[in-house]
């Protein structure tokens, strides 16, 4: 019987893989399918200081309880951050404003500095038009300017991420190159823009279905950045001789190498985040029964937070091959759930093309045949999270109006959302099943604001994780939209590298996003920054299916069967 290959990685990583079945038989090369699994263990982490550059759009559209959300998930954020961390704050409207520091001008958040800072946020007033792109880029420039001031001003009124996307890669291909994370709220939210400025960013874009869930949201990615484990991680999938890579599902940046192998870029991994990838190999027949063959090797290689050093660590992947075919009669549940998930994330982003050629009974079609494949499985948390999601975007494409109104933007961001394995769909209602522990508490804690004896209750439940780890970051508040960036500053001399990515060709709008900056600068200023701190805390459907778009996917469980049957 074939165990879960299973390998503990330094302090920090765990890896593992699971094949579907048991055993295969030895003399019949065939398609084996494997999920290989990276997870950040759960752990008192030794947290980096961090930068954040907040950036909020005050413009009209920010009127009423938006913009007092938007407040009060900042203000919150300054009081989690601790005295070695620094802060900046930007608002705009069709103007933008230094609200707290400046380019260059980052402060430490001794006790006094968030008296102050939290005095500076609570002044903004709404009013005026709104110039995103200004925003954005006094952001990254007030990052930035901490390392080599600048008298270039950063270009404004650009309202197309088109234009908006080659300055942003140009300024992130600075030694400091902060992180852009987006929030963004509201049925005219430009969801598209909000995306691909966080893509550019290498971040991520996290949508609130109302603006009751702003702090929340907020917080609850202040956890993730609170409990960074791992960065710039990358795996290598290497094939054995004999073996090949016939398919490896994912959304992350993969790049074929030699002899068949395949890197794969994910980046940061946040303490008890797991990431899951789903590989269909073509292995050899063998000549002796009764073995256990290794198939693949796996080599990760990542900045270890916890140590402050690089690591390059390897595990093998191995099956039993026997005589018999008994192995072959159950498939495993965790494969099982990531074929759905990999389904389910691809039929939601074929559904959203054929409703946009207006085939939209095509398009229910092919969630109703994901959503029933799910049901007909095996239960878990995230198969009803899986179901729940592909039933409400099914409600969204019951019109041509309601899918533009609702169904498109829906598709894209539950897409993303299972695609990535990272929670980016807050609701009132809707638990995600890809948030962390540290984010849970946070976004808890976010609800006991202003109560001193709730958030007592959280800490003393959660005593060991509460208050580790943020990165540096920056954010920005917009109309149906909200933005964040924060990557923890290193230490030991290491330079982060930001994976090169795509530019996205997507036209934006400018009432529809906002952004947020952080950044991890580099080991060896942390001790010059420590002494300068202490100086500032002195003094202060079946036709969609057979689509050229579909092949190539996983589309049922019984094909595989049928094919290591044979």
Known sequence: MTKES?????????????????????????????????????QDLTRMPIDVCAVIDRSGSMAGNKLSLVKEATQFMVQQ???????????????????????GDMNFMTSGNKKIAAAAISRLVSGGGTNLSAGLFRGIDHHQQLAAPSNEGEPAGLTDVRQIAPIMSAMLQHAISPKIYTFGFGADLDDAMLNAISEEGNGQSIYMEDAESIPSSFAS???????MAAQNLELHFVPKEGVAIHRLETSFQKTPQSAGSIKVAIGDLVSDEQKDFLLELDIPGLYVADVTEPVMLVQARYLDISHRCMRDVSFEATVARTADTAGLRQSHPLVLEHVQRIEASNALQIASMLADQG?????????????????SGPVSARSRRLAADLSSTMEAFEDQQTYERQGRSMSSRFGR????????????GRESAYATGAQIRMSRMSRCHGDDNAAAAVVQHHPSQVWQAPQPAAATMQYDSFLEVAVPRQTGGLQGRRPKRQQRQVAGSPNSSAATLAYAPDAGRVSSRKRAHEQAANTSSSEARSSPATKGVYNTRAKYRRENDR
């Open 359 to 375: 085939n939209l009974a095509s398009a229910q079609a092919v969630l109703h045949q994901s959503f029933d494949g799910i049901n």
């Open 6 to 42: 299973e390998r503990p990685v330094m302090a920090t990583l765990h890896c593992t893989s699971q094949f579907e079945y048991s055993s295969y038989v030895f003399d019949t090369s065939q398609k084996v399918l494997c999920v290989t699994s990276v997870r950040a263990q759960a």
């Open 221 to 227: 990615a202040l956890g993730g950045l609170m409990s």
């Open 81 to 103: 951050m601790s005295s070695v961390d620094r802060l900046s704050v930007v608002s705009f409207d069709d103007k933008v404003q230094d609200v707290y520091g400046g380019s």
């Open 417 to 428: 959302e299972h695609a990535r394995q990272q929670a980016s769909v807050m609701t009132g």
